[in-house]
């Protein structure tokens, strides 16, 4: 009973998300299109920061060079003892140089040199990536980490869900994920990034001079740690690295009074129960479930009897479901398509929208992506179009824009019908409903971003050309409650696809309602290849 309360609420803020709004934040964590922007800009800040280097160097022997000067006529106003015979020139000389030189030095020593270099007017500085944009990157890390049940310490190390990357996290990156995850009270996990953390420090790893500035230093991420049932084995832990560290060793001795002198301590945030986010990312988008015994006798067919067409170039056919009904269709996007698709979209998508229970458009935790309507076809669009009627049988003029959609850092949607309507209104006052979903993937994907149905336990993941179509409304044109699906988390790269949505109005003669899913034979759309 849980999973459809949770279910028919997500309904109602996920189905539509047809508004376009330009969300003048980047939020760069969703998408991986603008990490190039990125790159540009470091490259922009450190040619700044090497000019800023550059004036302080100058400035430094400008100072050396008055220095220099004053001390010389210094020394010189030092050899004559005798103040009687210092004439009103010297005197007035010693006068403004006391007042005028030293308020021109302290005013050059007060000028911030750092705006001389690095100034950004105000549309600029958006660009730059902010809080939000961190907080973006750390949930997804996390919501990454619980759906594939990855250790804290292997992915600090580039272990990813078995595979094993070159890249590694700093101390500092542990530090942050770890104080991300206190702040929602995720104390245990939480626990496992600061291990993680000083695990890191431990390593034979190169430091730069940035990570040795900022730090945190290792009895830094002990203290943090000094908050559960072990703090003060955490604490003696610090103090036996850091000895001299007097302010730890005043916390420690500072937390031996109070628990000595309270009975009790004032409890701690309870963890937050993560039961519903099981359901929202489900524990099977690995794959690696068991997959129930009835589709085990599923198979390929190639499909000529839905257009005339495909007499002579039948399209593969693959079937992953017949209830509900869920196919993989094959070789149905060319790579000059996909490439088309991707390049012309990437100026112009911005944070996928969804429409909450009070019908606002709204940027959501629960979709973690970039996307663009394209409501101009082009050239791709166009032969997707007619390869796609004529794939499904059903008529496409009835249908949504495409969508063009990139998931960046462990790019998520959470468990969703791509619905509107409830049964019960489904029939009244003729409106429109997505009767059938299609994604095309544009590219593979190599680790994670898989499409999972969780009611039955069907995993797909990206392969480039392929296109996945399954039907929202079943043959009475209700809902199927078994194409709940998820956008499972992309672990390592780029997730690339397009959606379309066929509306249920205008397949009247393609796909009408049936009384028995048997007489699904005598339909001219897809289900007619049934065997």
């Known amino acids: ?36 922007n990125l790159l540009n800009m470091e490259d922009d800040l450190v040619t700044h920061l090497e000019g800023f280097t550059e004036k302080l160097s100058q400035n430094a022997k400008t100072i ?31 006068i403004r140089h006391l007042q005028a030189d ?6 050059y020593l007060q000028t911030p040199v750092i705006l001389d270099r690095l100034i ?77 953390g000083i695990a890191a420090q431990d390593g034979k790893g190169p430091r730069t001079e940035m990570m040795l500035l900022r730090g945190p230093s290792k009895s830094e991420l002990y203290r943090t740690l000094g908050n559960a049932e072990g703090a003060l084995q955490a604490y003696r832990a610090a103090l036996k690295h850091s000895p001299y560290d007097t302010e730890i060793f005043q916390e420690y001795q500072k937390l031996k009074r109070k628990l000595l002198t309270l009975s009790s301590s004032k409890p701690i945030g309870e963890e937050p129960n993560d039961e519903d986010e099981e359901m929202e990312l489900p524990p099977c988008c690995s794959g690696h479930c068991k997959v129930p015994r009835q589709l085990k006798r599923l198979y390929c067919v190639y499909n000529g009897a839905t257009a005339p067409f495909l007499r002579l170039a039948p399209i593969k056919t693959e079937f992953l479901s017949t209830d509900p009904f869920v196919i993989l269709l094959h070789d149905m996007v060319s790579p000059a398509e996909a490439a088309l ?18 019908n606002e458009f709204e940027v959501g935790k629960f979709r973690t992506s970039k996307s663009v309507w394209l409501y101009d076809g082009n050239e791709a669009t166009l032969r997707l179009t007619q390869r796609l009627g004529e794939a499904t049988g059903l008529d496409i003029r009835h249908s949504e824009p495409f969508q063009v959609i990139n998931y960046g850092i462990g790019g998520v949607f959470e468990s969703h019908f791509d619905t509107s309507l409830e049964d019960e209104n ?45 039907y929202n409304l079943d043959t009475r044109g209700l809902l199927q409650v078994p194409t709940l699906h998820t956008g499972c988390p992309v672990i390592v790269g780029s997730k690339w696809v397009v959606s379309k949505w066929i509306d249920d109005k205008g397949q009247e003669f393609r796909r009408p309602c049936l009384r028995s899913r048997l007489d699904t034979k005598n339909l001219p759309s897809i289900e007619k290849i049934i065997i």
């Open 1 to 36: 009973m849980q999973i459809f309360k949770l279910v028919y609420v997500i309904i109602s803020c996920v189905s539509l998300s047809m508004g376009q709004v330009e969300d003048k934040e980047p939020r760069f964590a969703r998408s991986v299109v603008n990490m190039d």
């Open 64 to 94: 050396r060079w008055g220095i220099q000067q004053m001390k010389e006529q210094l020394e010189k106003n030092k050899m004559d003892k005798s103040l009687e015979s210092w004439d009103p020139l010297r005197s007035f000389s010693i």
């Open 102 to 107: 030293w308020l021109m030095w302290k005013q």
């Open 120 to 196: 950004y007017n105000k549309s600029e500085n958006l660009k730059m990536p902010q809080e939000l944009d961190m907080l973006d990157a750390a949930e997804a890390i996390r919501r990454m980490q619980a759906t594939y049940g990855m250790l804290s310490n292997d992915i600090a190390k580039g272990f990813l869900d078995g595979v094993q990357y070159n890249s590694t996290l700093a101390p500092i990156d542990c530090f942050a994920m770890a104080q991300h995850l206190m702040n929602q009270s995720r104390w245990t996990i939480a626990e496992q990034w600061i291990l993680a």
């Open 341 to 358: 698709l991707r390049s012309s979209s990437k100026n112009m998508i911005f944070p996928s929208e969804t429409v909450n229970a009070a």
């Open 426 to 470: 489904r029939f009244v006052g003729g409106y429109i409903d997505r009767l059938a979903t299609t994604l095309f993937y544009l590219n593979d994907v190599p680790q994670g971003g898989a499409t999972h149905f969780p009611v039955i336990n069907i995993t797909v993941f990206p392969k480039f050309g392929t296109a996945l179509f399954w």
